[in-house]
């Protein structure tokens, strides 16, 4: 599920007192984090094939929708300005995340995604879906308690987002194999990191019996 790094790194860890597992709360939300063509094309300078990743966020989208769980997705998008310019201070070390501008296809959510029209879009500027967004407050608002977090990349806006939700009050799942990204080695010790010091590296059958266990009345 996550990268192993040898018995030396597990005793370093285990002594610092990480890897504890997580409380699971009965009111989740399932977070899906810039699953848009740019990063699930191949086609795209920014995107790689994720069709393993759409995949199995689709099923979890389907059981959370059968256990009244609210589903909320995130797009990288930029205007004109933003991404033509200088205010965004990210775009001078990822220059090539200035082609996701909006009204563009790269932006567009991947029409594979069963998306509709009462779920909630988070537009955002930055790798963390918390940031400079309203995700916190909508979170709050619908009384949730954790996050199942997935989408891409793995290394990036997936992690800045795990950070910031449990940084925000929210417990943290990760499904792996509904998280992906260009290279298998940022992947892989992104998920090892989470696991360590910001939630639940699980896998999809786990997340998908954790919401079929909830209560009825989400």
Same mark, same amino acid.
């Given at each position: 599920?996550?990268?192993?790094?040898?018995?030396?790194?597990?005793?370093?860890?285990?002594?610092?007192?990480?890897?504890?597992?997580?409380?699971?709360?009965?009111?989740?939300?399932?977070?899906?984090?810039?699953?848009?063509?740019?990063?699930?094309?191949?086609?795209?300078?920014?995107?790689?094939?994720?069709?393993?990743?759409?995949?199995?966020?689709?099923?979890?989208?389907?059981?959370?929708?059968?256990?009244?769980?609210?589903?909320?997705?995130?797009?990288?998008?930029?205007?004109?300005?933003?991404?033509?310019?200088?205010?965004?201070?990210?775009?001078?070390?990822?220059?090539?995340?200035?082609?996701?501008?909006?009204?563009?296809?790269?932006?567009?959510?991947?029409?594979?995604?069963?998306?509709?029209?009462?779920?909630?879009?988070?537009?955002?500027?930055?790798?963390?879906?918390?940031?400079?967004?309203?995700?916190?407050?909508?979170?709050?608002?619908?009384?949730?308690?954790?996050?199942?977090?997935?989408?891409?990349?793995?290394?990036?806006?997936?992690? +800045?987002?795990?950070? &910031?939700?449990?940084?925000?009050?929210?417990? =943290?799942?990760?499904? #792996? !194999? *509904?998280? /992906?990204?260009? @290279?298998?080695?940022?992947?892989? +010790?992104?998920?090892? &990191?989470?696991?360590?010091?910001?939630?639940? =590296?699980?896998?999809? #059958? !786990? *997340?998908? /019996?954790?919401? @079929?266990?909830?209560?009825?009345?989400?």
């Amino acid at each position: 599920m996550t990268a192993h790094y040898g018995p030396r790194t597990d005793s370093v860890y285990a002594r610092a007192g990480f890897g504890a597992p997580v409380p699971r709360g009965t009111r989740p939300a399932l977070v899906v984090v810039d699953l848009t063509r740019g990063f699930t094309e191949d086609d795209f300078p920014t995107g790689s094939d994720l069709t393993a990743t759409v995949a199995a966020t689709t099923r979890l989208i389907e059981a959370a929708r059968e256990a009244g769980v609210p589903v909320i997705f995130t797009a990288i998008s930029y205007t004109p300005a933003e991404a033509d310019g200088r205010s965004v201070a990210w775009l001078d070390k990822a220059t090539g995340m200035r082609a996701l501008r909006e009204g563009s296809d790269a932006v567009a959510l991947d029409p594979r995604l069963p998306y509709r029209d009462e779920d909630v879009l988070v537009v955002k500027k930055g790798a963390s879906a918390f940031s400079g967004t309203s995700l916190a407050a909508q979170l709050t608002a619908l009384g949730r308690d954790t996050t199942v977090v997935c989408g891409a990349t793995t290394s990036g806006c997936v992690r +800045a987002t795990a950070v &910031d939700a449990v940084q925000s009050g929210f417990q =943290v799942l990760v499904p #792996s !194999d *509904a998280v /992906g990204d260009r @290279a298998q080695g940022p992947h892989d +010790a992104a998920l090892f &990191d989470i696991q360590a010091k910001y939630g639940d =590296v699980i896998d999809q #059958s !786990d *997340a998908i /019996g954790y919401f @079929a266990a909830l209560p009825t009345a989400q």
